[in-house]
């Protein structure tokens, strides 16, 4: 009987205004009329089989409830600003009744805010990065003597000489207070260490926050830190920081000052001051639009200065590729970039960078972002630079990819939309199923009605609906596979006629007594004949404009 949209499998609970066949105007006389006239067609006390009198009650208790929300102004106010869904946010019974809506909007804002609230205290956020550094650089720096002198036949000797693992998670407090736990291992060459952070942050306004953070760890010893951000203007910010390291040599201060501001619409311009074991001055212009992403960085530091330029390039394809190239020199040497960023799946990102450098080598790295999960790979080649170690790192991860999405990702991703639809589809046959069922017990309760109103029709020659058809009608230039999904609403239609007019407001008519939707998602429309004054008529009209017949031109041409 309802007309539905989907979101998320779900159907929407019922349109009142359509269920009531009134204007969303309607006086609370209009109200009460088309209460009374459904209550009397489906009453459960004028019914007498039993299954018949279960679902005319079903029937009589979706009209009451619509009647007692759009009877009740205060009910109704919030119905019409936020839906069912508004009406079932706790708190409302303790709400002072008269309101105007915008004082209800305010209102039904601070009861969301308070369940959000309650929802934030189950929430942890986690997110954790891991780091796997993988030392291939016998495939390609091999000597021959040494090999020969190995046991085994000389193959090549690949190790990880590195990993780094940390996770966070939050913990809100309050709306504007939350608290951050984080740590993190890292091991190299045998040797590692770890650290514990505990963070604090507060929200003080709508321009600013701040932290507290306290550390502690094997190697640097503990720290206590403070960061202030600050929205200076619309189009500028400032982000303070200073910190105290308790290491072994002694006590290490730190402190840093980052401004920035929006240069235009894709621009922005970053100055940032470090002072303490890194001391440096960077300044920064970045410019990210829809179809690319620009960077421009120069730094003069202590002990590391360098000019950094990047391109990336944004495809505006389904799966979000992007083409990425970076040349970044300095007092290290030199290091040119290059590599590709794809999404394989709804969660998961894979990206693939080569690194070739001077004096640092060719570096193939590999990321996997999951979710809030980092996973990265460096996979260092070849202290340095031979033709052939470039070739493989930028063929090698090229092949393999286009033999896991062939073979592996499309596969799964294919199955995963089926798995989906087939839900959808299952979910969507069951609501219309329900609603059919519904709409076809209506109908069964309309029959005494509907005899009654054609004999009173048809002893003063007045309006008869030969024919009704609701939904998705198929044209001749259509599709021949495509087939035409519609419902007969002769009855229903009938059953609405009084005093030889029928009259439907702008609501979707999916909602009306013994209708359903049953094509959902796609547009529909009402076709209709009927009989007055003993002329034929045919009508069609959309499924959401107002319709009222017989027509003025029907009506004068019956009279003439």
């Given at each position: 009987?309802?007309?539905?949209?989907?979101?998320d499998?779900?159907?929407?609970t019922?349109?009142?205004?359509?269920?009531?066949?009134?204007?969303?105007?309607a006086?609370?006389?209009?109200?009460?009329?088309?209460y009374?006239?459904?209550c009397?067609l489906?009453?459960?006390?004028?019914?007498r089989d039993?299954e018949?009198?279960?679902?005319?009650?079903?029937?009589?208790?979706q009209?009451?409830?619509?009647y007692?929300?759009?009877s009740?102004?205060?009910?109704?106010?919030?119905?019409?600003?936020?839906?069912?869904?508004?009406?079932?946010v706790?708190?409302?019974?303790v709400?002072?009744?008269?309101?105007?809506?915008?004082?209800?909007?305010?209102?039904?804002?601070?009861?969301?805010r308070?369940?959000?609230?309650?929802?934030l205290?189950?929430?942890?956020?986690?997110?954790?990065?891991?780091?796997?550094g993988?030392?291939?650089?016998?495939?390609?720096?091999?000597?021959?003597d040494d090999f020969?002198?190995?046991?085994?036949?000389?193959?090549?000797?690949?190790e990880?000489?590195r990993m780094?693992?940390?996770?966070?998670?939050?913990?809100?407090?309050?709306?504007?207070?939350?608290a951050?736990l984080?740590?993190?291992?890292?091991?190299?060459?045998?040797?590692?260490?770890?650290n514990?952070n505990?963070?604090?942050?507060?929200?003080?306004?709508?321009?600013?926050?701040?932290?507290?953070?306290?550390?502690?760890?094997?190697?640097?010893?503990?720290?206590?830190?403070?960061?202030?951000?600050?929205?200076?203007?619309?189009r500028?910010?400032?982000?303070?920081q200073?910190?105290?390291?308790?290491?072994?040599?002694?006590?290490?201060?730190?402190?840093?000052?980052?401004?920035?501001?929006?240069?235009?619409?894709?621009?922005?311009?970053?100055?940032?001051?470090?002072?303490?074991?890194?001391?440096?001055?960077?300044?920064?212009?970045v410019?990210d639009?829809?179809s690319?992403?620009?960077?421009?960085a120069?730094?003069?530091?202590?002990?590391?200065?360098?000019?950094?330029?990047?391109?990336?390039?944004k495809?505006?394809?389904?799966?979000?590729?992007?083409v990425?190239?970076?040349?970044?020199?300095?007092?290290?040497?030199?290091?040119?970039?290059?590599?590709?960023?794809r999404?394989?799946?709804?969660?998961?990102?894979?990206?693939?960078t080569?690194?070739?450098?001077?004096?640092?080598g060719?570096?193939?790295?590999?990321k996997l972002?999951?979710?809030s999960?980092?996973y990265l790979?460096p996979v260092?080649?070849?202290?340095?630079?031979?033709?052939?170690?470039?070739?493989?790192?930028?063929?090698?991860p090229l092949?393999?990819?286009?033999?896991?999405?062939?073979?592996?990702?499309?596969?799964?991703?294919?199955?995963?939309?089926?798995?989906?639809?087939?839900?959808?589809?299952k979910s969507?046959?069951?609501?219309?199923?329900?609603?059919?069922?519904?709409?076809?017990?209506?109908?069964?309760?309309?029959?005494?009605?509907?005899?009654?109103?054609?004999?009173?029709?048809?002893?003063k020659?007045g309006?008869i609906?030969?024919?009704g058809?609701?939904?998705?009608f198929?044209?001749?230039?259509s599709?021949?596979?495509e087939?035409?999904?519609?419902?007969?609403?002769?009855?229903p239609?009938?059953?609405?006629?009084?005093?030889?007019?029928?009259?439907?407001?702008?609501?979707?008519?999916a909602?009306l007594?013994?209708?359903?939707?049953p094509?959902?998602?796609?547009?529909?429309?009402?076709?209709?004949?009927?009989?007055?004054r003993?002329?034929?008529?045919?009508v069609?009209?959309?499924?959401?404009?107002?319709l009222?017949?017989?027509?003025?031109?029907?009506r004068?041409e019956?009279?003439?």
């Open positions: 009987m309802a007309a539905s949209t989907e979101e499998f779900e159907f929407n019922q349109d009142y205004y359509s269920l009531l066949n009134v204007r969303k105007e006086t609370v006389d209009e109200l009460k009329a088309s009374r006239r459904l009397m489906y009453h459960p006390d004028k019914h039993p018949l009198k279960r679902q005319a009650e079903q029937l009589f208790n009209v009451h409830q619509a007692e929300v759009l009740d102004a205060h009910s109704r106010a919030i119905y019409d600003i936020f839906g069912k869904k508004g009406l079932e706790e708190g409302w019974e709400v002072e009744r008269k309101r105007t809506p915008a004082e209800i909007r305010e209102e039904y804002e601070r009861l969301q308070d369940k959000e609230e309650r929802r205290q189950q929430r942890t956020n986690p997110k954790g990065t891991i780091s796997v993988v030392d291939a650089t016998d495939l390609f720096d091999r000597y021959d020969e002198e190995m046991p085994g036949g000389g193959f090549p000797h690949i990880i000489n780094h693992i940390s996770q966070s998670i939050e913990a809100p407090l309050t709306n504007t207070d939350t951050m984080s740590g993190s291992l890292s091991t190299h060459n045998g040797s590692g260490g770890g514990i505990v963070t604090v942050r507060r929200v003080t306004s709508a321009k600013g926050w701040g932290e507290v953070e306290f550390g502690a760890g094997d190697t640097l010893g503990p720290l206590i830190g403070l960061k202030v951000f600050r929205n200076v203007t619309p500028c910010f400032l982000t303070a200073c910190g105290l390291q308790f290491s072994p040599r002694g006590l290490r201060p730190s402190c840093s000052l980052m401004t920035a501001r929006h240069l235009d619409q894709n621009t922005m311009g970053y100055l940032q001051w470090r002072w303490g074991p890194n001391s440096a001055m960077t300044t920064s212009l410019r639009t829809k690319s992403h620009f960077t421009l120069l730094q003069l530091g202590v002990p590391h200065s360098y000019l950094m330029m990047s391109y990336q390039y495809f505006q394809d389904e799966d979000q590729t992007k990425k190239g970076s040349v970044k020199t300095g007092w290290f040497g030199t290091v040119v970039e290059y590599g590709a960023e999404k394989i799946s709804r969660h998961s990102v894979l990206s693939a080569v690194s070739i450098g001077v004096p640092q060719v570096t193939l790295k590999i972002s999951r979710a999960q980092t790979f260092h080649l070849t202290d340095q630079l031979l033709p052939s170690a470039v070739f493989y790192a930028t063929v090698g092949l393999a990819y286009v033999a896991v999405h062939r073979l592996i990702i499309i596969p799964y991703t294919k199955a995963q939309k089926e798995q989906e639809l087939e839900l959808q589809r969507s046959a069951t609501d219309i199923a329900k609603k059919k069922q519904e709409a076809e017990t209506a109908v069964l309760l309309m029959q005494e009605s509907v005899r009654r109103i054609i004999e009173a029709e048809e002893s020659m309006l609906i030969l024919n058809w609701y939904g998705k198929v044209s001749d230039t599709q021949k596979q087939k035409a999904k519609v419902i007969d609403v002769t009855v239609l009938q059953c609405l006629v009084k005093d030889s007019k029928l009259i439907l407001t702008e609501a979707s008519k909602g007594p013994g209708f359903y939707d094509c959902v998602g796609e547009e529909k429309s009402l076709k209709l004949l009927y009989q007055f003993g002329v034929m008529h045919q069609i009209s959309a499924d959401t404009e107002p009222r017949i017989p027509k003025q031109s029907h004068t019956s009279e003439s």
